[in-house]
């Protein structure tokens, strides 16, 4: 498919996404005044065209992909391709008869996903998610693991417990909660306690959490969760809350204390308004001595930085029953179509990729992600048909009439593009350009080639740097294009 960029506002007013999200959409009208947004993702549209098309539970299982832009009104808009306000995403639709068959569908998907991230030999992460505005109860988000990423997610060294922090809720173990048992005895700074000031979103109300010092900085995604008027993002909010009170002593306000769990037995008043205790919750970002939430194991849990390159939701009939998405079934009732909705960042990957495996000298594609999987670069003078016949070994030996190259179907072999830098230029520079660019394998006929009729070739990554007989050649790279 390629569905249009521009989504009206009125479809999206169906589906009940419109409300509380317009920070997040960029919107626009037409001459005539109608209202219109660019797509930040396609369900509205696709499940439009498929309630119009579908009729019969003999239409379905349907699944429909598309590579397109998606737009998106980022307040900060930072990192080059990996937060933009427009970038290039992979999404695939899917539409079920029964809530079962699309529980099947969306495992299918996820061991492709899995698969995919497996070939491109990047270290990642799948990790339980929150559906967030997209509805559905179910989904997993897929991480590369980087110390550039933005998105914590939390594993469990001793069982399968992997998860978004967002989802984190810091249950406690029995040996936390007895921890920090010191009484208070009357000190004027307590030293056993921390507290932070949050504001709510109409800064009438001031919330001071209360942690255990030094437990770490605290967890806003479960704050907000808990709480959900709190403002996360006001960088001095009791200077905002003392300029405000001071401008007019006589507002109506509030001050609550909130309490974290791991401080429930300490008498801890608030002179001031209301006290919330959250008796078996840590409110503090999960670190290494945290209880795991799923197996209580103590101090088991990873804290791992990482970029979100894809996103796998079933969403059942979260869209089909607003936009009546419907088909006849086999005893001929008309039911809402269950339907999941799967997405790879293509342009992220590339930058989160990039990221991973640049060094000093540039990039280095991932064989499978690479434009081309070697670059024949040959010095001046170098005879045009030489240059072609090492191009031919490499290139030919992925077709399957090659058959002196034949290559069994498991071999990633059959997909090496390659590229000649013909350019009029010295061979130190192309040498130089070609790292830039990143290519896995660099071909070079030199020295060698003029002497003995023999390639060298360079991998960067896997630190080669060989001279290679051109009857070799393509073995030598099968060997070594596994690692990459
Ligand atoms: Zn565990």
Redo the contacts with the bound molecule.
């Keep these: 498919m390629s569905l249009s960029s521009i989504s009206s506002e009125e479809l999206w007013q169906r589906s009940g996404r419109l409300e509380g999200r317009d920070s997040e959409f960029l919107r626009l009208q037409d001459r005539k005044g109608a209202k219109y947004l660019l797509s930040p993702t396609h369900e509205e549209e696709i499940t439009e065209i498929v309630a119009s098309s579908v009729n019969s539970y003999k239409d379905l299982p349907l699944r429909l992909y598309q590579v397109t832009r998606k737009y998106r009104d980022e307040a900060r808009p930072r990192q080059g391709l990996l937060r933009g306000r427009e970038f290039l995403m992979k999404d695939l639709y899917t539409f079920d008869v029964t809530e079962e068959e699309a529980r099947a569908t969306y495992d299918q998907v996820r061991r492709a996903y899995s698969a995919f991230l497996d070939e491109l030999n990047l270290p990642y992460l799948v990790a339980n998610a929150d559906s967030g505005s997209m509805g559905g109860n179910l989904s997993h988000e897929y991480h590369l693991a980087s110390a550039n990423g933005e998105d914590n997610i939390i594993s469990?060294k001793?069982?399968d417990?992997s998860t978004n922090e967002e989802l984190y809720s810091g249950v406690l173990g029995p040996h936390e909660l007895t921890q920090s048992e010191s009484p208070l005895k009357g000190c004027d700074i307590n030293p056993i306690l921390t507290s932070t000031p949050f504001l709510s979103k109409d800064k009438t109300a001031l919330f001071n959490i209360i942690t255990p010092r030094d437990s770490g900085p605290l967890n806003t995604h479960l704050l907000k969760k808990l709480h959900p008027t709190i403002d996360t993002t006001l960088e001095a909010p009791f200077k905002t809350w003392s300029a405000l009170n001071t401008k007019n002593p006589t507002r109506t306000r509030t001050e609550t204390q909130i309490i974290d769990g791991r401080l429930a037995h300490l008498p801890l008043s608030n002179p001031t308004g209301p006290t919330i205790t959250h008796h078996d919750t840590a409110l503090t970002s999960p670190s290494e001595s945290s209880t795991?939430p799923?197996?209580h194991?103590p101090a088991?849990l990873k804290v791992s930085t990482a970029i979100e390159i894809g996103h796998t939701f079933h969403l059942g009939t979260r869209y089909s029953v607003p936009l009546n998405a419907q088909v006849l079934s086999s005893n001929n009732k008309l039911a809402p179509i269950s339907m999941g909705c799967h997405g790879i960042g293509v342009s992220r990957l590339l930058a989160a990729a990039a990221g991973l495996l640049m060094d000093s000298k540039g990039l280095n594609w991932p064989m499978k992600i690479a434009p081309f999987g070697a670059v024949v670069v040959a010095a001046p003078k170098t005879a045009e048909e030489d240059v072609l016949s090492v191009y031919d070994a490499l290139a030919l030996s992925s077709t399957p009439e090659a058959a002196a190259f034949a290559v069994p179907s498991t071999s990633t072999m059959g997909s090496l593009d390659v590229a000649i830098d013909d350019r009029d230029r010295p061979l130190g520079w192309k040498l130089n350009d070609a790292d830039l660019i990143g290519y896995p394998f660099i071909v070079v006929l030199g020295k060698a080639w003029k002497a003995r009729g023999a390639v060298e070739v360079q991998c960067r990554r896997l630190g080669v740097k060989e001279e290679v007989a051109l009857g070799n050649l393509v073995d030598k790279l099968k060997g070594w294009q596994s690692q990459l």
């Design positions: 469990c001793k069982c417990y795991c799923s197996c194991s088991s």
